[in-house]
């Protein structure tokens, strides 16, 4: 069985400060994607990054960061010096295959306040 | 590039009732998904399909029926609606095959809230 937790329901700082948010997954498959999604106050879900279970390398993308470690199943994002804006919900999922294609399950979320 | 469009947005139901969720894509993708988000559990999946014509369900689908009517179209039915099943529905899409960059993520619709009272 598939699952991810998120065990930070909520997390709030000041803006500037750095935050991770934490993911741990489980699997059984050998090929899976790990995703990051944030959902911003206006309720839409927006993708952040993809990573395929073959490529462990981390990767920055402006403020952003993804710790990727499969030795502990984890798949973390930090958020270098935050802002407002940075204020939303923000979703690990993991996608595994099945006949035909993939499927993908969302953990609980993390809620981050940032404030100013 | 209307991406994937819900209707409903909002609806109100009374315990009993019956309605049917509409999602439409047009970025010709094969893969559909109906979640549910709820306070405190995120995203759960209710059914999914792979491709047209086949269909199988998630973490929840209890309560819950699907049909795929053609590769655009994925809709979602409540036969009897309960308290239980108020939530907001996302219907989704990707592209399911191969590594390529936009493989497997998910575009979602706006959200359709239904309060079941």
């Known amino acids: 069985a598939q699952k991810v937790t998120q065990a930070q329901t909520e997390i709030s700082v000041v803006e500037k400060e750095d935050v991770t948010l934490d993911c741990v997954y489980e699997t059984r498959d050998t090929t899976y994607y790990l995703f990051w999604y944030k959902q911003p106050p206006s309720g839409e879900l927006v993708f952040l990054i993809r990573r395929n279970s073959f490529d462990e390398q981390n990767e920055i993308s402006g403020r952003y960061s993804w710790n990727f470690q499969k030795s502990t199943s984890s798949f973390n994002f930090t958020i270098t010096a935050s802002q407002v804006v940075d204020s939303a919900v923000y979703f690990c999922?993991?996608?595994?295959?099945?006949?035909?294609?993939?499927?993908?399950?969302f953990g609980a979320g993390t809620r981050l306040f940032v404030k100013a | 590039n209307a991406g994937v469009t819900q209707t409903p947005k909002f609806q109100v139901l009374k315990t009993g009732q019956s309605m049917t969720l509409q999602c439409a894509q047009d970025?010709?993708?094969?893969?559909m998904y109906w979640y549910r988000q709820d306070p405190g559990m995120g995203l759960r999946l209710i059914y999914y399909?792979?491709?047209?014509?086949?269909?199988d369900k998630g973490e929840v689908p209890n309560g819950y029926n699907v049909s795929r009517l053609n590769k655009r179209e994925f809709s979602l039915r409540l036969e009897s609606a309960a308290p239980s099943q108020t939530s907001v529905y996302f219907c989704?899409?990707?592209?399911?095959?191969?590594?390529?960059?936009?493989?497997?993520?998910?575009?979602f619709g706006a959200g359709s809230r239904l309060t079941v009272l």
């Open positions: 399909s792979a491709s047209e014509g086949t269909t």
């Open positions: 999922a993991l996608s595994g295959h099945y006949t035909g294609g993939f499927k993908t399950i």
């Open positions: 989704a899409s990707s592209e399911a095959k191969g590594g390529g960059l936009g493989a497997n993520v998910l575009t």
């Open positions: 970025m010709n993708h094969n893969s």
